[in-house]
């Protein structure tokens, strides 16, 4: 499986994706907004886009899916429920479906509401996994749940699924958001030093156009919405929410981050 990971460089701070099948050249191309990107990366490497995927029904996310689809005929899947909110859908998707890529590159749907109620993340089926998270999950931080989403059920998401994947899973979301989240991570954790140290990392080196990729064990060391149970994550949260319980359960801690996340 090859992954190529496209920085848009919009305001947004985009990240689109072909994965692309080794033996044939076939590529799904995951979320392409940046259609021009998406397009010519796939002509300069030889490559056939035959299905676009999109992770959820927000514009920034589907915005390219038009003019992809007009240039390659290709299929448009997303989740069997966004079919009232994105145009054109040829195949709805549920969890535990398989996107097959070319004759060699499976990806497992999760069915990951949260940030939406309608969001698919993928798995792919691989030695070392790779998830897609869309916007669910991005390195250091979560999605928020604006527009059609709910915090309790993105919580859902993150404990009953993201967190019990294998540790060596490598993340690819939806946007470039790490060193901000970091800074939030530390605002929230002042002593966690992996976080700290990471971020004096990208200070120096962060380059959207060649991004980190993360995995789940560093997930799980600096992102807060991993560390519910962290001392000085609960203490700092009590200061902002002096009702907080003596001991609130990780549903409610989660909550709290992410009501915080939204005006920091």
């Not at 990366?41 to 992809?68: F, M, P, S």
């Not at 966004?82 to 969890?95: M, R, T, Y």
């Not at 971020?199 to 519910?228: C, G, W, Y």
Request: net charge negative; aromatic share 6%.
């Amino acid at each position: 499986m090859i992954v190529e990971q496209i920085w848009t460089g919009n305001a947004y701070r985009n990240f689109n994706y072909l994965i692309v099948c080794p033996d044939s050249g076939e590529a799904l191309a995951i979320d392409p907004l940046d259609h021009e990107k998406c397009l010519a990366r796939a002509r300069d490497n030889g490559w056939e886009i035959t299905q676009v995927l999109n992770t959820h029904e927000h514009g920034d996310h589907t915005g390219g899916n038009k003019a992809v689809i007009a240039a390659t005929q290709a299929r448009l899947l997303a989740h069997k429920n966004a079919k009232n909110s994105i145009d054109g859908i040829d195949v709805g998707l549920g969890a535990g479906d398989v996107v097959k890529v070319g004759s060699s590159v499976e990806l497992l749907v999760l069915d990951t509401p949260g940030h939406t109620m309608s969001h698919v993340c993928l798995l792919s089926q691989t030695d070392t996994q790779a998830l897609f998270s869309g916007d669910t999950l991005f390195n250091a931080g979560a999605g928020n749940c604006h527009n059609g989403g709910h915090p309790s059920e993105l919580y859902d998401t993150f404990a009953d699924q993201l967190a019990k994947l294998p540790d060596s899973t490598q993340l690819y979301p939806g946007h470039d958001y790490i060193t901000n989240n970091l800074q939030f991570a530390l605002d929230r954790e002042p002593d966690n030093q992996r976080a700290r140290d990471l971020l004096a990392e990208l200070e120096q080196i962060h380059d959207p156009d060649n991004a980190m990729v993360t995995t789940l064990v560093l997930e799980k060391e600096v992102n807060s919405f991993f560390r519910l149970t962290s001392p000085s994550v609960i203490a700092g949260l009590r200061e902002a929410f002096p009702e907080l319980p003596d001991e609130p359960s990780p549903r409610e801690v989660f909550v709290k981050l992410r009501e915080l996340r939204n005006s920091w």
